[in-house]
């Protein structure tokens, strides 16, 4: 009798946001030191870097209980990548990285699927642009590490937000004396009407501290 008096109480619609760290967010935008880019551009792979981006969108990638990926996908084919370990205040950023994304291939069939996952993404050495570079994660076990397996939930700027499936490897190569450039090669997969839509994605990066970094939006 009460809740057709007074109406059924509802219950309070809880979002599922996208994570803000260092004060980045969807629909923000931050602005790199340029003195630090056109030093270490010129080694790169990457040419024309901008300096402003705009964020458009934001992933997360969960490796384990206390180790998470942000990823801050910008206007510039960039996404600025954040690792925190043991929490997810900026006292646990430990790692910080731009890349860039250097080529996209789509992959149409089961066999060429199978075959990047077992020949491609995880090799003993890559090429980009005649550089070499070395694996950076490493089994003890075996003579060539496996792509390591993640999944990104990615939000976008209207709210929605989709589940990527990436088969991932990590090579470096050391630009001057303690200064690299980092290359990704991945394997992803994503499931739309029920089809696996595949491809192989490659990004080159760099290291970047957080006095790079100055939030403008």
């Avoid at 996404?79 to 646990?92: D, I, K, R, Y």
């Avoid at 303690?178 to 990704?184: D, H, L």
Wanted: charged fraction near 25%; include cysteine.
């Amino acid at each position: 009798m009460f809740k057709k008096w007074f109406g059924k109480k509802e219950e309070p619609v809880i979002k599922d946001l996208a994570p803000e760290i260092m004060g980045l967010r969807i629909g923000g935008a931050f602005e790199l030191d340029s003195l630090k880019l056109r030093l270490i551009e010129p080694d790169l792979v990457i040419e024309g870097a901008a300096t402003t981006h705009l964020i458009q969108a934001v992933g997360v990638v969960k490796l384990d209980d206390t180790t998470t990926v942000l990823r801050y996908y910008t206007d510039d084919d960039a996404f600025l990548q954040v690792l925190l370990e043991g929490g997810m205040t900026e006292n646990h950023i430990s790692d910080v990285k731009l890349w860039y994304f250097y080529d996209t291939k789509s992959i149409g069939t089961e066999q060429q699927w199978n075959q990047i996952l077992e020949s491609t993404v995880s090799q003993s050495e890559i090429e980009l642009e005649g550089n070499s570079y070395s694996p950076v994660w490493e089994n003890a076990a075996q003579a060539l590490a496996a792509p390591v397996a993640m999944t990104e939930k990615t939000y976008a700027q209207d709210e929605t937000h989709s589940e990527t499936d990436q088969f991932c490897m990590l090579y470096e190569r050391e630009i001057k004396e303690g200064v690299f450039e980092y290359a990704m090669f991945s394997a992803e997969e994503k499931i739309i009407d029920n089809r696996a839509d595949r491809c192989l994605v490659k990004t080159t990066g760099f290291d970047l501290q957080a006095a790079d970094i100055d939030i403008i939006g």
